[in-house]
């Protein structure tokens, strides 16, 4: 069982900068990808960022936080983290770590996939991430 685990949320000022983390563990196959999603209120869980773990180059972010968010992955620790800089209040949700484990006969997820909530199978609790103005 995959189980994940967020931390690094917080509130901070428009303009500022948070670092969320996604500690994972239980994977069965060394070959995963993991995805940062978020959810404001009233309004549909979107994709932020997501990567394969298998590929430094692999990495799909939506458009709204292209230049100001970095996706990384610390395959040592099995740990993703989100770097977040010039935050703005639009950027106010919770923010879910999403998971799914490839098995090595399968293809890694392609880019189009990446962020799409439904190509994953294990989430975190959330960490909510609150910017002001």
């Known amino acids: 069982q995959v189980q994940l685990v967020e931390s690094g949320g917080g509130s901070v000022q428009s303009g500022g900068s948070l670092t969320l983390s996604c500690a994972a563990s239980?994977?069965?196959?060394?070959?995963?990808?993991m995805g940062w999603f978020r959810q404001a209120p009233g309004k549909e869980r979107e994709g932020v960022a997501a990567?394969?773990?298998?590929?430094?180059?692999?990495?799909s972010y939506a458009d709204s936080v292209k230049g100001r968010f970095t996706i990384s992955l610390d395959k040592a620790k099995d740990t993703m983290y989100l770097q977040m800089n010039s935050l703005k209040e639009e950027d106010t949700a919770m923010y879910y770590c999403a998971a799914v484990n490839i098995a090595n006969s399968e293809p890694s997820l392609p880019p189009w996939l990446l962020l799409n909530q439904e190509a994953y199978g294990y989430w975190g609790q959330g960490t909510q991430v609150t910017v002001s103005s």
């Open positions: 239980g994977f069965t196959n060394t070959r995963y990808s």
């Open positions: 990567l394969v773990s298998d590929s430094d180059d692999s990495t």
